[in-house]
């Protein structure tokens, strides 16, 4: 993904893709999800899902609603890696069973998130560890795909220190962790309290390996201190959300932005709307669409991006200064970049 984003800014990195909008829960903080629509039509998202490969999507990542509650789920997975674009799943893990989770192995899915809530159940979520943790050691013991387990902060949550006793159980089974920020109906800054934000500081020390992105951190970090990120949204263009009625928009929060069909959309629309200016972007706090900001900052601004990352006293940063020079300032840089590229199997490496 990382490869093919950077060689060109006219294709989307990252789409999140809804196969179902009914949920078997029923999250008071939700506004993503209803108790009633049926799924969509295998054919119809097979359509969609090779439109996404005419625009040359690297990462396709499919949510919901619940996307496991779609009857051709393990199909879908296996139309996207079929493209050659990465396979994601977005899921609350309710449904997950070891079957499940090789036939998943089977389809060739790369990447699978889980969002828990607290710790016990309560009115506000039902997505708690005391009832997924069977399904972490499941996912511990018998996924080859990687697990990332992704508790939150904000909001109606009245816990805050069971974000950090799931972030804990997520590394003691070898999974990975992150921390998020629960934003509002249209997906903007809901700031901590001070003692939200002591348990926010304890996860990401916790969960930050040298090759982490310190710039992800820092648009995170400035939200829960209520301060607004000045950046480029790249949302509509570099990050797309199809709901499952086949339209595209900026992102879950931001539904009926531009709102076009996805049949009918094209790379000037990808052109368009990465750089068009969105009034939410200061204070929005979906962390995928930041990501996919950061990675095209790296591409168009690679030496102050990744001075910014990684600094010259921090753990890793000789790694880094390395792959700086490998692929950006060496006079070799185009046949690092190049090989890189046929190493981790982009077909667009001979692209503009």
């Known amino acids: 993904m990382v490869a093919r984003g950077f060689q060109s800014a006219n294709h989307p990195i990252l789409a999140q893709i809804v196969p179902i909008r009914r949920c078997n829960l029923a999250c008071t903080y939700c506004n993503e999800f209803d108790k009633h629509s049926p799924p969509v039509a295998l054919a119809t998202m097979r359509e969609r899902i090779d439109h996404l490969a005419r625009l040359r999507t690297a990462n396709i990542e499919i949510s919901g609603g619940e996307p496991m509650l779609h009857p051709d789920l393990d199909e879908l997975i296996r139309h996207i890696r079929a493209t050659g674009a990465l396979a994601g799943l977005i899921t609350n ?3 997950l069973n070891e079957k499940r989770i090789e036939r998943f192995n089977n389809a060739g899915l790369d990447h699978l998130q889980i969002s828990i809530d607290n710790v016990h159940p309560d009115d506000t979520s039902k997505k708690s560890l005391k009832v997924l943790d069977a399904k972490l050691r499941m996912l511990a ?3 080859a795909f990687s697990v990332n387990i992704n508790s939150v902060l ?3 949550l009245s816990h805050p220190g069971d974000a950090l006793t799931i972030a804990k159980r997520a590394i003691e089974l070898g999974l990975t962790a992150t921390v998020g920020l629960i934003h509002n109906g249209r997906g903007r800054l809901m700031p901590l309290t001070p003692e939200q934000l002591h348990v926010y500081s304890e996860i990401t020390a916790m969960t930050a390996p040298f090759y982490t992105v310190q710039n992800q951190n820092d648009f995170q970090r400035n939200l ?8 480029q949204c790249g949302a509509g263009g570099r990050y797309l959300y199809i709901c499952e009625d086949g339209l595209v928009h900026w992102c879950s929060q931001q539904r ?5 069909p996805l049949a009918d959309y094209t790379t000037d629309d990808v052109r368009r709307e990465s750089t068009s200016e969105k009034s939410c972007a200061p204070l929005c706090t979906v962390s995928c669409v930041h990501r996919v900001a950061l990675l095209d900052r790296i591409r168009t601004q690679p030496i102050e991006a990744l001075d910014e990352i990684m600094p010259a006293s921090a753990s890793g940063a000789a790694s880094v200064r390395a792959l700086r020079w490998m692929f950006v300032t060496s006079p070799h840089h185009d046949r690092f970049r190049a090989v890189a590229a046929r190493l981790l199997g982009s077909r667009s490496a001979s692209r503009p």
């Open 93 to 95: 893990g309710y449904l």
């Open 141 to 143: 013991t018998h996924a």
């Open 154 to 156: 904000g909001g109606e």
């Open 224 to 231: 829960a201190f209520g301060r607004p990120n000045d950046w």
């Open 256 to 260: 009926g932005h531009p709102g076009i």
